[in-house]
């Protein structure tokens, strides 16, 4: 009884969404909902991954497409597509997966770490990987999806750029 | 009794006092200038001993200490035992500082006293003493040795409903000395009678102890005319002070609390405070009104039968209600400049006694309202622009005699309306920018090589670049060499411009145009390879169209294109934002001419839509800033459009043009 009540303490809900094939899981907690495909709008100078912001009811939302920021080939938007949206940090984002596809129960100590190689993605957006049945799961770090160093680097680098106004 | 959660109420306390600071000072800088109206030191007072209740209630024991010396003082002053004087109203314009940066630290959390908050507290209560030693000191003596005092306590029934807890009270009296209550119950109704909200108990209170009258006075300041009060002092060995001598402290001070309410419920302050959060829901739902709205006018615009008639009459009358109501919102947000004018008059005050000038400051328009947010970041820039007027503008009172001009100086601070902007002016009646220090700083900065041939305005312009500064020694006050490139960049970020206008000998005007609000623009949407792009109306000139013959390509791959007298270059979005696949000659699109920051240029666009307003939505709240996008907005589709930021724009082309 008392392991059973420690084990549900220590399982964290994950949505698992399909991917190239692959299968990968969002901490449930930092899904805001679940979306079908819109077209969205395209910013400037934003990275390759960043496909535009979308209307969340008055808010303006980034999307990325999951594949570009693994570096995969970007498939056709279908039926399935959807964009979920995830809050880190307080800000919202949308990530564009080819489907979703279930909810699961994964336990603190059923997390492996993600060998180095063996997956189409860089291991720098993994938690960790587990098994769902037969089924594995890759558990995304989704804080630092839309973190990327180059974004803030440029950012760091602007304010210094507009000092250097020209006298003519 | 349930615990009631102090916290909630540390944010209303905090700005009450800040309200309260901010009228001492006024205030004080009133009575600085000379006048002698009676009621002004009752303000200071009442302003004083708010904080003070409220600090002592709340708990922060520092800024209840601190205040509790500033109050005795200002007690001896308006009781007439003392006058003010020059030397006071600095002493007490500094407690006022004090009080606010002692405040600020308790809402931080950390302890609110430092050593600076020290020495002023000795400073005041010196001053105290030495009055009372030179007036009081009868009562001083009938004070020392005082066995311990008798209070019969029977509060009015409002009394709980004022919110004054008794208990409160007699925690404080037993944290004075040993402390016994005795309750009367003999004014308790029946059970059937009572209202549990009135106070039907009276107290027979006794405290033991060698304590000053006036520390139990303070108990009971909050209650006073809320109850009967009658101290008296406990017999020791002799009978001490007559009993006449009682009642007086208590009828000395009975405007105090009576004050504390007046200031509650001044007509003046006819505000409510509501939380920005709200305000910005309330604004966001109505921003998606007004994209309703246009949505059924262009269900509207593509059915035309006869039976629409009176759809379109209704849709007439949504749109007009939701204008209106989008501007009653919006005034919600608006607040009197008035707010950070206020602290000019302190500032120029100690600025010219700084720096020996004789400043008459002219405060004009205050009532004129600005968004919230335009106002909370104007402060700054206008700080800056008023240090510089009175450092580097106004001549020293000799150099004025000589040039023949009224010793004191005029610095005009004004705010009015004009179109859709605010205006804001510093003016000073100074020497005027002086241009052979400008050129020459200039100079020497690297920024120029010869002031050949630069007009007035060029000159001017010299003042906006990063890490100028002319002042000879550089001063706390300004000449550090950020500033007015700093004021500009800001300004900027709010939406508006900075001009100057110099007359040598005349003086200097700062003249700064801001938006009337950040949350909704008017804008001109223009499509660029199918992406729909906003242009604010306010920086747009003129739309042309260019025949391709009137372009000049320049080496470095510009384009300039001839706008009735001058050559202006062109931008084409398409390549500013990355577009696939726009047009490409000029002559199949459309160029905006808009003008930011001084400078104009021409937006290449491949076709305009129309005119709307658009709502303004940040990208930085989920995502970041956007160079050359100043936001987004929500078109009738529900689709996001983006707002081109033309001083962005501007500033990147004078960087190109530089590189």
Do not use: F, K, R, Y
């Given at each position: 009884m008392n392991d059973a009540a420690n084990q549900a303490m220590d399982a964290t809900q994950y949505l698992t969404v399909n991917l190239a094939n692959e299968e990968y899981g969002v901490d449930?907690?930092?899904?805001r909902e679940i979306r079908g495909w819109t077209p969205v709008t395209r910013i400037p100078q934003a990275p390759s991954y960043v496909l535009g912001v979308l209307n969340l009811r008055g808010a303006i939302v980034p999307v990325l497409d999951l594949r570009l920021r693994f570096g995969l080939v970007r498939e056709e938007y279908t039926a399935t597509t959807v964009t979920v949206i995830v809050t880190v940090a307080g800000k919202n984002f949308g990530v564009v997966v080819d489907a979703v596809s279930d909810v699961v129960d994964v336990d603190a100590a059923a997390i492996r770490p993600v060998p180095d190689m063996g997956t189409a993605v860089d291991t720098e957006y993994l938690k960790g990987l587990t098994s769902v049945g037969e089924r594995m799961v890759l558990l995304l770090d989704v804080d630092r999806l839309l973190q990327p160093q180059d974004a803030q680097m440029l950012e760091a680098a602007l304010p210094a750029l507009a000092d250097v106004k020209a006298v003519a | 009794m349930a615990k009631v959660d102090l916290a909630q109420f540390h944010r209303a306390f905090f700005d009450e006092s800040n309200e309260g600071l901010a009228a001492m000072e006024a205030a004080l800088l009133a009575l600085d200038a000379g006048s002698d109206d009676g009621e002004l030191i009752h303000t200071i007072f009442r302003a004083a001993h708010s904080i003070k209740g409220g600090a002592a209630t709340f708990g922060f024991a520092d800024v209840a200490a601190f205040t509790h010396v500033a109050e005795s003082l200002l007690e001896e002053v308006r009781s007439g035992r003392r006058a003010i004087d020059a030397a006071t109203v600095e002493l007490l314009l500094r407690s006022v500082d004090v009080v606010r940066v002692m405040l600020e630290r308790s809402a931080a959390g950390v302890p609110a006293a430092d050593a600076e908050s020290e020495a002023l507290r000795s400073a005041l209560a010196a001053m105290v003493g030495g009055a009372v030693a030179a007036t009081a000191g009868p009562a001083k003596a009938a004070a020392a040795g005082v066995a311990g005092w008798d209070i019969a306590f029977r509060p009015f029934d409002y009394l709980l409903k004022t919110g004054n807890e008794p208990l409160r009270m007699f925690r404080e009296l037993a944290a004075l000395g040993s402390f016994e209550s005795v309750a009367g119950l003999d004014a308790l109704p029946t059970l059937a009678a009572m209202?549990?909200?009135s106070a039907y108990v009276s107290w027979q209170l006794t405290l033991h102890g060698d304590i000053p009258r006036a520390k139990v006075d303070a108990v009971f300041d909050w209650v006073d005319g809320d109850c009967e009060l009658t101290v008296t002092e406990r017999k020791n060995e002799l009978p001490a002070?007559?009993?006449?001598?009682?009642?007086a402290p208590a009828a000395g001070t009975p405007d105090a609390p009576r004050a504390v309410r007046e200031v509650a419920s001044n007509?003046?302050?006819q505000s409510i405070r509501v939380g920005t959060e709200k305000i910005d829901l309330l604004i966001n739902m109505v921003g998606e009104l007004v994209i309703t709205q246009s949505m059924l006018s262009q269900f509207a615009d593509g059915v035309d039968a006869s039976g629409l008639e009176q759809f379109r009459a209704g849709l007439a009358m949504l749109a007009r209600n939701t204008r209106e109501l989008q501007e009653s919102v919006m005034g919600i947000r608006m607040l009197p400049i008035s707010h950070v004018f206020n602290r000019f008059p302190r500032l120029v005050r100690d600025l010219s006694q700084k720096l020996d000038k004789k400043v008459s400051l002219d405060l004009r328009g205050e009532t004129t309202e600005l968004d919230k947010s335009v106002l909370e970041k104007i402060g700054d820039p206008l700080v800056h622009l008023v240090r510089n007027a009175i450092d580097h503008g106004l001549e020293s009172t000799t150099r004025r005699r000589e040039a023949g001009k009224n010793e004191t100086g005029t610095l005009r601070l004004e705010a009015f309306h004009r179109g859709g902007s605010i205006v804001v002016e510093v003016a000073d009646d100074g020497a005027g920018l002086n241009r052979a220090a400008i050129v020459g700083k200039a100079i020497e900065r690297g920024l120029?090589?010869?002031?050949?041939?630069?007009?007035d305005d060029d000159v001017s312009e010299l003042i906006f670049a990063p890490g100028f500064s002319t002042a000879a020694a550089t001063t706390d006050l300004s000449g550090r060499g950020v500033g007015m490139d700093v004021v500009r960049r800001n300004v900027n970020d709010l939406g508006g411009s900075v001009a100057i206008r110099s007359v040598a000998g005349k003086g200097t005007t700062f003249t700064i145009t801001l938006p009337?609000?950040?949350?909704i623009i008017d804008g001109l949407t223009a499509s660029v390879a199918g992406e729909t792009y906003i242009v604010p109306l306010v920086s747009i000139v003129e739309s042309v169209q260019v025949q391709a013959e009137s372009v000049k390509s320049v080496a470095g791959g510009g384009e300039l294109f001839r706008f009735r007298d001058a050559w202006l270059p062109i931008v084409r979005i398409s390549d500013a934002f990355g577009c696939a696949g726009a047009r490409r000659g000029i002559g199949e699109g459309i160029v905006i001419v808009v003008e930011g920051e001084g400078a104009r240029l021409g937006l290449f666009v491949d076709e305009l839509i129309g005119q709307q307003q658009a709502v303004v939505k940040s990208l930085e709240a989920n995502y970041r800033r956007v160079s050359g996008i100043s936001g987004a907005t929500i078109l009738a589709d529900g689709s996001v459009a983006l707002i081109v930021d033309i001083a962005g724009l501007v500033r990147q082309q004078s960087r190109r043009k530089a590189a």
């Open positions: 449930i907690l930092a899904v | 209202d549990a909200e002070a007559p009993p006449v001598a009682q009642p007509p003046d302050a120029l090589t010869s002031g050949e041939g630069l007009s009337l609000t950040l949350a």
